[in-house]
T-cell receptor, first 114, second 115 residues
Framework: KQEVTQIPAALSVPEGENLVLNCSFT??????LQWFRQDPGKGLTSLLL???SQREQTSGRLNASLDKSSGRSTLYIAASQPGDSATYLC?????????????WGLGTSLAVNP | KAGVTQTPRYLIKTRGQQVTLSCSPI?????VSWYQQTPGQGLQFLFE???????NKGNFPGRFSGRQFSNSRSEMNVSTLELGDSALYLC??????????????FGNGTRLTVT
């Protein structure tokens, strides 16, 4: 059974710091992995989607990597800003079976302090 | 292009009542999925619809139901509300159904409070 874990649950950093958020999954048979951000009381915004055949994806100051063999993905945020404060969630789409619903982590709550 | 629209944004209901939530996907998106989000459980998948057919279903009781219309708009219904149904209900749309490499686009959710 696929499980997704995000560590740490919460992170507080000073502005300008480069940081890494972690996402681990137990079954390497995935179709893709997505990173989302969620602001308080709002919906989720898709940040990056990595296909199973890809190693990384980049968008602006964000870089997400994928290592299926070790069951890990990282989201790297460069030069963090207070506006990056949000909860970051990762979700994997399993490859096997007919019911390929996304499996979600519980998220990392990030606070970037000015 | 307009994003995913969910109505209403907030709802307060009492136990035993029923509620209907609405979701309008991004134009051209045929897949709509629903999630329940609570602080302790995180995001829990409810169901997914594609071209008016339910494609996937999560592990929720039969009190939770949904449907999709020919214009891809979707509704979910919760009958006989319980206190534990208080949550943020999120709708997401995508261009294709499960397994395809298209990102999900979420609405801002409906915050349901059951008293």
């Amino acid at each position: 059974k696929q499980e997704v874990t995000q560590i740490p649950a919460a992170l507080s950093v000073p502005e300008g710091e480069n940081l890494v958020l972690n996402c681990s999954f137990t079954d390497s048979a995935i179709y893709n992995l997505q990173w989302f951000r969620q602001d308080p009381g709002k919906g989720l915004t898709s940040l990056l989607l990595i296909q199973s055949s890809q190693r990384e994806q980049t968008s602006g100051r964000l870089n997400a990597s994928l290592d299926k063999s070790s069951g890990r993905s990282t989201l790297y945020i460069a030069a963090s800003q207070p506006g990056d404060s949000a909860t970051y969630l990762c979700a994997v789409r399993p490859r096997a079976g007919n019911n390929r619903k996304l499996i979600w982590g519980l998220g990392t709550s990030l606070a970037v302090n000015p | 292009k307009a994003g995913v629209t969910q109505t209403p944004r907030y709802l307060i209901k009492t136990r035993g009542q029923q509620v209907t939530l609405s979701c309008s996907p991004i134009s051209g998106h045929r897949s709509v999925s629903w999630y329940q989000q609570t602080p302790g459980q995180g995001l829990q998948f409810l169901f997914e619809y594609f071209s008016e057919t339910q494609r996937n279903k999560g592990n929720f009781p039969g009190r939770f139901s949904g449907r999709q219309f020919s214009n891809s708009r979707s509704e979910m219904n919760v009958s006989t509300l319980e206190l534990g149904d208080s949550a943020l209900y999120l709708c997401a749309s995508s261009q294709s159904t499960s397994g395809a490499n298209s990102p999900l686009h979420f609405g801002n959710g409906t915050r349901l409070t059951v008293t």
